[in-house]
């Protein structure tokens, strides 16, 4: 509304003392309609008391930095030979290009057990070599990953604490549009900042995500604000801030949260196995447009549409057909085909599912059995800790042995080393990539989960017998933890 038109001058006759007074009896209206608007009034009319969420809610949310090293391209090599004399003194003059270079970030979080189990993004703690979390009371503490999952985005820490206040997980299935909600995090640094907003939109698929549907609102969420929660009105999270749209890298509107529900099962996965196991079906889908529902007899655009079924998959053995179109999932209904992939990831491996598809004009119900995701990436089994002092982790990034892989090495049992920590012990240790890890204090090592139990029961600051397989050559190695 545009106040000048009330104040606008008049300047004929007798009208110009009367449109002077007109401001004043507005005012003295607006006066009494204001002195009428209580704290009561406003919360009779809907409105959240976000004062209460965040004074019983704030303290639990936590300000996550790190610091890590990134690796700079190796500095090309010069024969100074072949240079005249004054180029010769000049390459040869060169400064040694460092290996890397301290980096440092931060990003938010919030405490989900009194003993110090912390939820935040994969991306906030994505290759870092230090994470610290300080709590509102402004103690710090060093953390440790449990686990990180980067299809979801979600990452599990660890600090050593007692008693320390904790959020209520909520339930992110039955969110509606226009809902309220309210973020609290760190953006840009600045701590337990909080910004409210409503829910713009549910089940929102991005390009770049296919097992995660994002809660879309509209509260302000910047760089900083990634891994704190998304509460409702009853201070339960129902989500964890995630991603923006932006083209400007700030806030624009546009903030994507992960569901809880989908935090809830990887955060306890993460807890007991250190790595997210995710359901598999073996169908290439597509979505169903007008055309495509007018030609397969449907009266709209719904389900996804099979264009192809992988041999001896889940969906094979379960009778799925080429051409048929998923409608439901286990109950629920598949709008588009995108739909789809979060609720196959979220059954447990081995569990049963109930497809309805529509083959040939009939709806039919097919059970499948869901078997495991082989994603290709290895299992994250011991992160590194933050105490290089006492540290029992072993530093290493190890997956299964393949059956032609033991054969090929003439190995029975062991686990591949995938990467290894330079400042972890595996490394000083003289373990390298490519090794497999044969037996740890003369116990076989079958499993990366097995490795992660022997080396958290293991005795630390006295060397243990390592046996790793190089090659065709077995090789001991002496591992003090």
């Known amino acids: 509304m545009n106040l000048h038109y009330f104040f606008k001058p008049v300047a004929t006759g007798s009208l110009t003392k009367r449109v002077r007074f007109l401001p004043v009896y507005l005012l003295m209206s607006v006066a009494i309609v204001i002195s009428t608007v209580t704290p009561a009034t406003v919360m009779a009319q809907g409105l959240p008391d976000y004062e209460k969420l965040v004074r019983e809610q704030g303290s639990a949310v936590v300000k996550i930095s790190v610091t890590g090293r990134v690796q700079q391209s190796a500095q090309p090599h010069f024969d100074s030979q072949q240079f005249p004399e004054p180029l010769r003194r000049y390459f040869e003059n060169l400064p040694q290009q460092p290996e890397g270079r301290p980096t440092a970030g931060f990003g938010s979080g919030f405490v989900i057990s009194e003993d110090g189990l912390i939820v935040t993004n994969a991306h ?7 994470i610290s979390v300080a709590l509102p009371d402004r103690r710090e503490f060093l953390a440790t990953l449990v686990g990180s999952d980067e299809r979801s985005d979600i990452a599990l820490l660890k600090i050593e604490a007692r008693g320390l206040p904790t959020l209520s997980l909520g339930d992110s299935d039955n969110l509606n549009v226009g809902q309220w909600v309210l973020a609290i995090g760190s953006p840009f640094g600045f701590e337990y900042t909080a910004t409210q907003g409503i829910i713009s ?6 390009p770049s995500e296919n097992y995660v549907s994002f809660i879309q609102t509209d509260a302000a969420v910047n760089p900083g604000n990634s891994g704190g929660p998304l509460f409702n009105t009853d201070g339960e999270v129902i989500g964890v801030n995630s991603q923006i749209f932006s083209r400007s890298g700030g806030y624009q509107g546009l903030s994507f949260a992960i569901p809880v529900n989908v935090v809830k099962s990887v955060v306890a996965q993460l807890k007991d196995n250190g790595y997210v196991s995710r359901g598999w079906l073996g169908v290439l889908i597509q979505n169903v447009d007008r055309d495509l529902a007018e030609s397969f007899g449907l009266d709209r655009p719904t389900g996804a549409l099979v264009s192809k079924v992988t041999a001896q998959s889940p969906a094979a053995n379960a009778g799925v057909n080429t051409g048929d179109i998923i409608l ?10 995108s739909n789809l992939p979060p609720l196959v990831g979220l059954i447990p491996v081995g569990d049963q599912a109930e497809m309805e598809v529509l083959r040939n004009g009939e709806r039919i119900i097919l059970p499948v059995t869901i078997a495991e995701l082989d994603d290709g990436e290895p299992r994250l089994v011991q992160t590194r800790s933050n105490d290089k002092q006492d540290d029992p982790k072993l530093g290493l990034v190890v997956s299964e042995v393949t059956d032609a892989q033991k054969n090929e090495l003439g190995i029975d049992n062991g686990v591949l080393v995938e990467q290894v920590d330079p400042a972890g012990p595996a490394a000083a240790a003289g373990v390298r990539q490519g090794d497999v890890v044969v037996s740890l204090n003369q116990t076989l090592v079958t499993s990366a989960q097995q490795l992660a139990e022997l080396v958290s029961d293991a005795p630390q600051g006295r060397p243990l017998p390592l046996l790793i397989q190089r090659g065709d ?6 591992l003090t933890l």
């Open 124 to 130: 906030v703690v994505d290759n870092a070599s230090e």
């Open 328 to 337: 439901s999932f286990n109950g629920v209904e598949i709008e588009r085909s």
């Open 473 to 478: 050559s077995p090789l001991y190695s002496a």
């Open 201 to 206: 939109a549910v089940s929102r698929s991005l």
